[in-house]
């Protein structure tokens, strides 16, 4: 079974295989392993190239007449299908091994699944194959050493508060992390010794980053989405007012875009609030805001309990309806 640093060092070789199975909880991660994907193969191509997608609507014998059919335009195929489902059912089994067998010739099949069945004979073929790759959220303990070993590797000391330190900013997407040891190293030069005010000034952002994802999958209605996030942030010590505060920001600007009747802007901000506006009523955002400064208060009188509360004011977002 290969993890992420397996197919990153594969990248960094340049190294292509003809079919992919990216499987894991971390979606940012898996989707710029695609990206990657992509453009290596990109360039490496002695064509130009040609991207087609696949999702759970589509069927595993048109992703196979696709690999098989020669492109119209002599172009290299990339062949993107996303949470499919194939590899969660027997359904597939047969069609998903001849795939592996196919002479694909100029073709590259990339699937990205949130969920697999390794019990499957499809998947245990893929995985035989060298073909799967679980693209997860690193554990706490597990990042720690990884981060410890990769300093470690380039000669460099840390103490432990400030792996503390680096996890807090950097969270537990080895995308993020592996960016930020890259960006410490190059900036250390022959320093020996990683200090705590190098990552403060070098690996901001990951708050912002997530506060951000969690706002715009309430947005979207998508609770669970939003609950991983949330997840992750608590991981990382955020508490309550962290969270009111993320929200009541969020949603008051959206209630005044309603209150102002905003309805065109040059500006991206303002465009994504008007957006995200059109998914609740005037009425609905009011309420929010006025239950987030309820909850504020209950919370610092020791009345609610921080785990259950978010998860009701998350549904109650989440089941609004826009208007």
């Known amino acids: ?10 990248l960094i070789k340049k190294e292509y295989k003809k079919a992919y199975v ?61 949470n499919t489902g194939f590899f969660n059912s027997n359904e597939f089994n047969d069609d998903l ?26 998947f245990k073929a893929y995985d035989k194959a060298s073909l799967t790759y679980d693209i997860s959220k690193g554990k706490q303990d597990d990042v720690f050493t990884f981060v410890k070993n990769k300093f470690i590797k380039e000669k460099k000391e840390i103490s432990y508060d400030d792996i503390n330190l680096f996890v807090q900013y950097s969270g537990l997407n ?26 403060k000034a070098l690996c901001s952002g990951i708050t912002d980053v997530k506060a951000y994802e969690l706002f715009n999958h309430l947005c979207n209605k998508d609770l669970a989405s939003a609950l991983d996030v949330y997840n992750d942030l608590v991981m990382l010590k955020y508490a309550l007012p962290f969270f009111l505060a993320v929200l009541y920001n969020g949603f008051f600007e959206l209630y005044e875009s309603k209150m102002h009747n905003l309805s065109a802007s040059n500006d991206y901000r303002t465009r994504k609030i008007m957006e995200n506006a059109k998914r609740f009523s005037k009425k609905d955002l009011k309420e929010i805001v006025s239950q987030l400064c309820e909850m504020d208060h209950d919370f610092k009188s020791g009345r609610i309990d921080q785990n259950s509360s978010m998860v009701i004011i998350f549904s109650k977002i989440v089941n609004c309806k826009s208007i």
């Open 1 to 10: 079974m290969m993890k992420y640093e397996d197919i990153k060092n594969e």
């Open 22 to 82: 990216l499987y894991g909880d971390d979606e940012y991660l898996k989707e710029s392993v695609y990206s990657a994907l992509k453009n290596g193969i990109a360039k490496n191509a002695a064509n130009k190239t040609e991207e087609s997608r696949y999702d759970d609507n589509s069927s595993i014998s048109d992703i196979i007449s696709e690999v098989c059919t020669y492109s119209f335009t002599g172009s290299t195929k990339i062949i993107k299908c996303k």
């Open 97 to 122: 091994q001849k795939l592996i067998g196919l002479d694909m010739i100029d073709a590259y099949v990339i699937f990205i699944e949130k969920n697999v069945d390794k019990k499957l004979i499809s």
């Open 174 to 199: 080895l995308s993020f992390i592996s960016m930020n040891i890259d960006k410490i190293l190059l900036y250390m030069g022959d320093d020996k010794v990683v200090k705590s005010d190098t990552i």
